[in-house]
Structure formats: C-alpha cells, structure tokens
C-alpha cells in the first residue's frame, strides 16, 4: 500500500468519526436551536458521511478486485464527491476567513450575549477559543477536501483497471 493510499484510507476513517462527532452535536444542539439550520447542517454531514462509505466501498474494491461493484457507482461517486468538496472548500473558506476577524469584533460578539461572565473566563481567553477552533474547522473542510480529491483519482484508476478487465473478458469470448 502506498502513502497515497493509505492517507486517502485514514483520511476516510478520520471523516467519519469527525462527523459522526458533529452529528452528534447538532442533534444535542437540535434540542434549544431553531431546527432548520440545524436540519440543513446534518444533510451536509450525512452528504459528507455518504462520500466516506463510498470511499470505503471504493478502497475495499482497489483491494480486492474481484468483488463486483453495483452499477452507476462512478457516478454516484463523482456526484457525491461534488457535492462534499463543496462542502469542504466552504467550511475551509469560513475558517479562514474568521481567522481574519478582528479582536474588537469577538469581544463586541461575546458582550452582547453576555458569554465571559456566564462562563467565568476572559474575552481573551475565549478568544483563543475561538481561534483554535478555527483553526481545527479549517484542518477538516481541508482534509474532506483532500479526501474528495484523492477519492477522484482512485475513482479514475478503479475505472481504468474495470475497463481493461471488461476489455479483456470481450477478447477471450469466442
């Protein structure tokens, strides 16, 4: 196995587990939030969560060739992978573009709804919070991001090593 591949396996993995995480979450959230942004963010995770175990059924397949693949699974593939490399490129975006907000900012944020003195801690320590995760929301949009590109590129090698097995199986027909 290569590195390649075996980034694209962990990459998956570590996907599924992150968002089933933040599922989890939303839903706990789902109980005092307003349900339809609430609603909206677990279909983005559930495209995302599709994209993974597509992937999986696509590394399970590169491993052992012999398992057939249901039909229309490249294209549900490439259409899934669409959809969560949008989904990965906007929270990346989003990410990056609050690490560009200013101090002031967070501080007025966190005034108006009252968070340093109902949670004991600093603006500036919450501010630092808020940062961090910033920055950990931008290592996932980019790694669901990578995934979905490198899910593009087995994709292509799953369907070339497919199409010169069909190829070959013609050829031998009499």
């Known amino acids: 196995m290569n590195f390649l591949f075996g980034l694209f396996r962990f990459l998956?993995?570590?996907?599924?587990?992150?968002?089933?995480?933040?599922s989890v979450i939303?839903?706990?959230?789902?109980?005092?939030?307003?349900?339809?942004?609430v609603l909206v963010m677990l279909i983005m995770f559930g495209t995302v969560i599709m994209h993974n175990v597509l992937c999986l059924?696509?590394?399970?397949?590169?491993?052992?060739?012999?398992?057939?693949?249901?039909p229309g699974f490249s294209t549900q593939m490439i259409m899934i992978s669409v959809l969560a490399f949008i989904y990965g490129v906007w929270v990346l975006g989003t990410a990056l573009k609050m690490q560009t907000v200013p101090?002031?900012?967070?501080?007025?944020?966190?005034?108006e709804q009252k968070i340093p003195g109902a949670t004991g801690a600093s603006t500036q320590q919450l501010i630092a919070v808020m940062k961090v995760w910033m920055i950990l929301l931008g290592i996932h949009g980019a790694a669901i991001a990578a995934n979905c590109v490198l899910s593009s590129f087995y994709l292509n090698h799953w369907k070339k090593e497919h199409a010169a097995a069909e190829n070959n199986d013609k050829f031998l027909d009499i």
């Open 12 to 22: 998956t993995w570590g996907n599924i587990i992150v968002l089933g995480l933040f």
């Open 57 to 70: 059924r696509l590394q399970k397949n590169l491993l052992r060739p012999a398992q057939p693949m249901q």
């Open 26 to 37: 939303m839903l706990m959230a789902a109980i005092v939030l307003p349900f339809a942004p």
């Open 103 to 111: 101090d002031e900012e967070w501080i007025r944020g966190f005034s």
